[in-house]
């Protein structure tokens, strides 16, 4: 267990806290006016290995060679000039700290961290981190890597837990959620959505398949994978019959016949499940073990948009099952992001990709990753 304290006066800033794989829709925005929960489970926390935040620089300030070194292998809006290794938690478990009001930046329901650290050590006043809650944004807060300093504190370091251990007892995520909003007649309102989760899981996943597909057409497996997959996949790869082949695999799945294969992530190493034998030489594309789960135990039934009403003569005495009120789309911003870091972006085709979502010159294209 860890407990981080004041660099520069050693007060204690959290509780004691567990170290977790940063989640994939940790930089995700949702929506608009959408109430999200908090990014991070109490007890936990998780490291980022690139800059987060402010300061910003725009990408013509960039020096040739600099962008690549910061892990972006294409052009970008703007890339953070502040430190890596920022350590996000739950708010609730935070410690010691008082709100800098100053720093409320221009966000519209709470805070978005746009003006820097807005959170300031109570025992010297300096500032230690960024608490981020507004509207559309995962709940969290963000402590300088340079502001904090982790502390080992008594406790049991259990070993992490085996990939079958981990299939037995970790949930599977949903595919869809109510979620709430500012912008009801009361104050707040509900609709029923895809997951945004599954949404950015899915914009991480599909840079990954693009890569994997070396600009061939790509099937995607069956069932749910192809209700996430397969649409964005056919809008941005060439039209044809499918020349590679993906597969669900990982812990007590048999070993597919594929060129692609869809694994999960550890939720506390971040390590990525591998496989051995004639397998081991395919393309890995990750996902979150919850989103995992649910793509190889997929729930009775998908949700399909249908036209029409019930038959006359037709009873039920069963609620009807809540759906979302659109087709799937994988998380845009979420998608860009991991690909532009991905060195096969380099190659044209992929280029040309980005490039269109960025000019809007394909509706198709733009509609297939979108929010």
């Not at 990408?59 to 953070?80: K, M, N, Q, T, Y």
């Not at 890995?284 to 998908?302: A, C, E, I, Q």
Request: aromatic content about 6%.
């Amino acid at each position: 267990m860890i407990v981080f304290v004041c660099a520069g006066c050693g007060a204690e800033l959290t509780t004691p806290l567990s170290q977790v794989a940063l989640p994939v829709h940790a930089h995700q925005s949702y929506g608009n006016g959408v109430q999200l929960p908090a990014l991070m489970r109490a007890g936990t926390f998780a490291a980022d290995p690139e800059p987060w935040g402010g300061p910003w620089r725009m990408w013509d300030e960039i020096r040739p060679g600099e962008a690549e070194a910061r892990g972006s292998h294409a052009p970008v809006r703007a890339l953070s000039d502040a430190a890596p290794g920022a350590v996000v938690i739950a708010p609730g478990d935070v410690r010691g700290t008082r709100l800098i009001p100053e720093k409320r930046g221009d966000s519209c329901c709470g805070l978005d961290g746009a003006d820097g650290p807005n959170m300031a050590c109570e025992a010297c006043d300096a500032p230690v981190a960024t608490r981020v809650d507004d509207c559309s944004l995962w709940q969290a807060v963000w402590l300088g890597s340079a502001a904090v300093h982790r502390v080992p504190v008594d406790g049991s370091h259990p070993a992490p837990l085996s990939w079958s251990e981990l299939a037995e007892t970790e949930e599977a995520t949903p595919l869809f959620e109510p979620i709430a909003t500012w912008d009801g007649r009361w104050g707040t309102s509900h609709y029923w959505s895809w997951s945004p989760r599954w949404e950015a899981a899915a914009g991480h996943a599909l840079a990954h398949l693009l890569v994997a597909s070396e600009g061939q057409p790509v099937k995607a497996p069956d069932g749910v994978a192809t209700e996430v997959f397969q649409r964005a996949l056919d809008a941005l790869l060439p039209a044809g019959a499918p020349t590679r082949r993906a597969a669900l695999a990982g812990p007590e799945l048999p070993s597919p016949d594929a060129d692609i294969l869809l694994v999960p992530i550890h939720p506390r190493t971040g390590r990525t499940w591998t496989p051995e034998g004639p397998t081991a030489s395919a393309y890995l594309v990750p996902l979150p073990l919850g989103v995992w789960l649910t793509l190889v135990s997929p729930p009775p039934y998908l949700p399909v948009p249908a036209s029409g009403r019930m038959p006359r003569d037709e009873l039920r005495d069963d609620p009807l099952p809540l759906l979302p009120h659109s087709p799937f789309w994988a998380d845009r911003r979420t998608f860009e992001r991991t690909l532009v870091r991905l060195p096969a972006v380099r190659s044209p085709w992929l280029r040309t990709i980005l490039e269109n979502l960025d000019h809007d010159t394909s509706p198709d294209l733009v509609q297939a990753v979108a929010r």
